[in-house]
């Protein structure tokens, strides 16, 4: 269920999870991505209540995340196909499935990404678009950027401060300030 206060936050992962931080649309975007496209394909392969699923299709459609296309005219039926935005959520999903494999799977991979033709197994990292580096926390780190948002400056600040050591700080963040679109 869509978390309008957080769609409005300054800090994007904020507003990414007010959009899709539901659990059920993150499991009808895994299946998107998979390739399914009609509402009983989502409604059967999570076992999803219908109410539910309708609810969380009609917001994925309203951010941008699935358009829906109507297949039959007599009676109208409809599917769900990704959007470019909807596509560009496939890394999340890679995380996921890495982060889950490794931590929550003691059992072994319950799925596999493989390299689509040789079949050979892959491990889906995080990598700087230009060295190719992998993204370590030792050599990389979220900072303000461009246009940061007065909370954002601030929590980095305090955080530079308390890895430096300043004693007795106190968290005290600048009032909210929300973005309306």
Same mark, same amino acid.
């Given at each position: 269920?869509?978390?309008?206060?957080?769609?409005?936050?300054?800090?994007?992962?904020?507003?990414?999870?007010?959009?899709?931080?539901?659990?059920?649309?993150?499991?009808?975007?895994?299946?998107?991505?998979?390739?399914?496209?009609?509402?009983? #394909?989502?409604?059967?392969?999570?076992?999803? !209540?219908?109410?539910?699923?309708?609810?969380?299709?009609? +917001?994925?459609?309203?951010?941008?995340?699935?358009?829906? %296309?109507?297949?039959?005219?007599?009676?109208?039926?409809?599917?769900?196909?990704?959007?470019?935005?909807?596509?560009?959520?496939?890394? %999340?999903?890679?995380?996921? %499935? #890495?982060?889950?494999?490794?931590?929550?799977?003691? +059992?072994?991979?319950?799925?596999?990404?493989?390299?689509? !033709?040789? $079949?050979?197994?892959?491990?889906?990292?995080?990598?700087?678009?230009?060295?190719?580096?992998?993204?370590? !926390?030792?050599?990389?780190?979220?900072?303000?950027?461009?246009?940061? !948002?007065?909370?954002?400056?601030?929590?980095? +600040?305090?955080? $530079?401060?308390?890895?430096?050591? #300043?004693?007795?700080?106190?968290?005290?963040?600048?009032?909210?300030? %929300?973005?309306?679109?």
């Amino acid at each position: 269920m869509k978390n309008e206060p957080l769609c409005h936050a300054p800090c994007p992962i904020a507003r990414s999870l007010g959009r899709i931080g539901d659990s059920w649309s993150m499991i009808i975007l895994r299946d998107a991505l998979a390739g399914f496209t009609r509402f009983d #394909e989502f409604q059967k392969n999570a076992d999803i !209540a219908p109410n539910i699923l309708s609810r969380r299709l009609k +917001e994925l459609v309203e951010d941008g995340l699935l358009e829906k %296309v109507c297949y039959s005219s007599t009676p109208p039926r409809y599917e769900y196909h990704l959007t470019e935005i909807g596509r560009d959520f496939r890394p %999340v999903i890679l995380a996921l %499935v #890495e982060w889950g494999s490794r931590h929550f799977s003691p +059992e072994g991979r319950q799925v596999q990404l493989v390299e689509t !033709a040789t $079949q050979r197994p892959v491990q889906a990292i995080m990598v700087d678009s230009e060295t190719r580096e992998p993204l370590t !926390a030792d050599k990389y780190s979220i900072v303000p950027g461009p246009v940061a !948002a007065p909370v954002i400056r601030y929590r980095h +600040e305090y955080m $530079q401060k308390k890895r430096a050591g #300043e004693p007795a700080l106190k968290f005290v963040p600048p009032a909210k300030q %929300v973005d309306k679109p």
